[in-house]
């Protein structure tokens, strides 16, 4: 885990950090913040979508900044399941807490996929994930 000095933010604060940068394009994302046991079991389009996921723990903040073209909450699982031993130990660890959060921001339009890209990097630099994404760690 990363263990420089890093701000540990709510959901309410990562949302601002959205709105700051992407209010004019709000309305192309569904915003949403689940349990892990809500997310598992949801199958609503707006859940399942291309997007951008933030894994976040009430102690810890922010954990991990991620993307899918396909569906963002299928890939945020998949942090649960594969990656470095101790990663995925770590993972699996922390979404125990009863108030772990999914922040899925998922596009409303597969014509607007685009923007995932931008936001994913955004988020990154912004939030300062306990875990940053392997390509720019």
Same mark, same amino acid.
């Given at each position: 885990?990363?263990?420089?000095?890093?701000?540990? &933010?709510?959901?309410?604060?990562?949302?601002?950090?959205?709105?700051?940068?992407?209010?004019?394009?709000?309305?192309?994302?569904?915003?949403?913040?689940?349990?892990?046991?809500?997310?598992?079991?949801?199958?609503?389009?707006?859940?399942?979508?291309?997007?951008?996921?933030?894994?976040?723990?009430?102690?810890?903040?922010?954990?991990?900044?991620?993307?899918?073209?396909?569906?963002?909450?299928?890939?945020?699982?998949?942090?649960?399941?594969?990656?470095?031993?101790?990663?995925?130990?770590?993972?699996?660890?922390?979404?125990?807490?009863?108030?772990?959060?999914?922040?899925?921001?998922?596009?409303?339009?597969?014509?607007?996929?685009?923007?995932?890209?931008?936001?994913?990097?955004? &988020?990154?630099?912004?939030?300062?994930?306990?875990?940053?994404?392997?390509?720019?760690?």
């Amino acid at each position: 885990m990363n263990t420089e000095s890093r701000p540990v &933010l709510s959901i309410s604060d990562v949302k601002a950090i959205f709105e700051r940068e992407f209010a004019a394009l709000g309305p192309k994302f569904n915003v949403l913040a689940l349990s892990v046991a809500e997310a598992e079991h949801e199958a609503a389009p707006s859940v399942n979508a291309p997007g951008v996921y933030v894994h976040w723990h009430p102690e810890r903040g922010v954990l991990k900044v991620g993307k899918s073209q396909k569906n963002s909450k299928a890939r945020a699982f998949q942090h649960f399941q594969s990656g470095p031993e101790w990663y995925v130990s770590q993972m699996r660890q922390l979404k125990e807490h009863p108030s772990y959060q999914l922040l899925l921001f998922n596009v409303r339009e597969r014509s607007d996929l685009h923007w995932v890209l931008s936001l994913e990097a955004y &988020l990154e630099r912004e939030l300062h994930p306990a875990f940053p994404s392997f390509r720019n760690g």
